[in-house]
């Protein structure tokens, strides 16, 4: 039986060649007059998606000011001269050109406008809450977070090293354009991180303690095995139309909660505790969920076996084992076979990071403080729980 779920995604998607030429139209259909565009380190410039976007503003007769340099892991100190850039402009919306965190920077930027009064960072350590914010709409240039259709935003204050989330419908984009040709140039480790995350959104929800859900589980199946098969081929073939498709519509499916309908949000362990290694290591996140999602899995399956059968034989086809326990683990080996296929880390070695034992348990007190308690639905785990499986994952 399904739990009960409000479902809402008001983003209006437009996918496909070219969707970024209308950028102009969108934003104008919008209501704006004044736009910040938002963009990361430099691959929008080059690839020449920038000007085009410049150009179609133009066209269509909106004004624009422009805001580079947001890097990965998007640092709070360019939220806030987003803020005061925008206020001095006369912003009133904000066109994300970038990933996920270029997004997650726009939003925050959005939400900074619409609350003049608060400091935007008391929302991410949830000293404050608003329904409030500017709209913003998206140019995406990397299938993986999601962000274009989700409403979170996650932000690191590079001062004391804390990666935290805010979410709230106001900080659903208006827009997304998805260009799936916009996402060639990315490089081949972003490509397999953004992977990793889109599956993991998905496998966050999957892994749960309801009851069978039997639609919303055959479209998580259906989405997990289509953005394995397609991956595998861009390792070869990057310049793949069809599977960076695939790839694209994924993302925003896979965190958009269509696949979390019935199951009481699912478990997102993993995400929180890969959120700390970003704060404190800047690794992608993409490639930090895959480094300690086995390590999890082997510590939480117990509890929900018939989820892990269930993940083994239909998302990854393995042929049963002797017992439930051999089937989970062949499940959870051929997913990171999975990892390496795609050239993705399955532990902090592999990673390029080797936290010392007091920076684990930094991680998992601030895991455990961020949460008011236990993290995960499957096992709710507590600091030392997460000790161990940050040790684990070592
Ligand atoms: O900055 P530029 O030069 O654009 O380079 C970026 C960046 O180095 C590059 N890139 C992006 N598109 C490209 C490209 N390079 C060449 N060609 C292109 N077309 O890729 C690198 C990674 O970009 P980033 O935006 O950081 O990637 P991603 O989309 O994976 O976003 C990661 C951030 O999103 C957060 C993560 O925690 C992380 O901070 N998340 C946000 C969520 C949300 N708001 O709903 C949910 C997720 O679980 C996640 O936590
Ligand atoms: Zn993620």
Not at 216 to 245: C, E, F, N, Q
Not at 279 to 284: I, L, N, P, W
Not at 303 to 324: I, L, N, S, Y
Request: proline fraction near 4%; glycine fraction near 10%; aromatic fraction near 8%.
């Amino acid at each position: 039986m399904y739990s009960s779920f409000e479902y809402y995604t008001p983003t209006k998607m437009i996918f496909g060649k070219g969707a970024e030429d209308r950028a102009g139209e969108m934003v104008k259909a919008y209501g704006a007059t004044k736009v910040l565009i938002h963009y990361g380190g430099g691959s929008a410039v080059r690839s020449g998606l920038l000007g085009r976007v410049e150009k179609s503003l133009e066209d269509a007769g909106i004004a624009y000011t422009t805001l580079g340099g947001v890097v990965p892991n998007p640092h709070l100190d360019k939220v806030y001269e987003g803020i005061e850039l925008s206020r001095r402009e006369g912003v009133d919306f904000i066109l994300a050109v970038g990933g996920g965190s270029v997004i997650d920077s726009s939003k925050a930027i959005a939400l900074g406008l619409a609350n003049p009064e608060d400091d935007v960072w008391d929302y991410y350590i949830r000293k404050k809450t608003t329904d409030k914010a500017f709209p913003i709409g998206c140019i995406l240039t990397i299938a993986a977070a999601g962000s274009e259709m989700s409403n979170g935003s996650v932000i690191t204050n590079e001062k004391n090293g804390l990666k935290r989330d805010f979410g709230g419908e106001c900080l659903r984009s208006k827009f997304s354009l998805l260009d799936p040709e916009l996402t060639m140039t990315l490089p081949e480790y972003q490509t397999s991180s953004g992977a990793a995350d889109i599956l993991m959104h998905t496998m966050e929800r999957f892994f749960n303690r309801c009851d069978n859900m039997e639609i919303t589980d055959a479209i998580s199946i259906g989405l997990m095995r289509t953005v394995m098969k397609y991956t595998k081929i861009l390792v070869d073939h990057p310049d793949d139309y069809s599977a960076r498709a695939e790839l694209m519509w994924a993302g925003s499916l896979s965190h958009n909660d269509l696949t979390g309908c019935g199951c009481e949000g699912g478990d997102w362990a993993t995400h929180n505790m890969e959120h700390e290694m970003g704060g404190m290591f800047d690794v992608a996140h993409g490639a930090g969920l895959a480094a300690i999602w086995g390590s999890w899995a082997r510590y939480v399956h117990h509890a929900a076996p018939d989820r892990f059968v269930k993940f083994a034989v239909e998302v990854m086809g393995v042929t049963p084992g002797a017992d439930d326990e051999e089937t989970i683990e062949k499940g959870i080996q051929a997913m990171e076979a999975f990892y390496h296929e795609i050239h993705m880390p399955t532990s902090m070695k592999e990673l390029g990071i080797a936290p010392t034992p007091e920076q684990i348990a930094f991680m998992a007190q601030s895991c455990e403080d961020k949460a008011g308690g236990a993290n995960g639905q499957v096992v709710p785990l507590k600091k030392e729980d997460m000790i161990k499986i940050y040790n684990m994952a070592l």
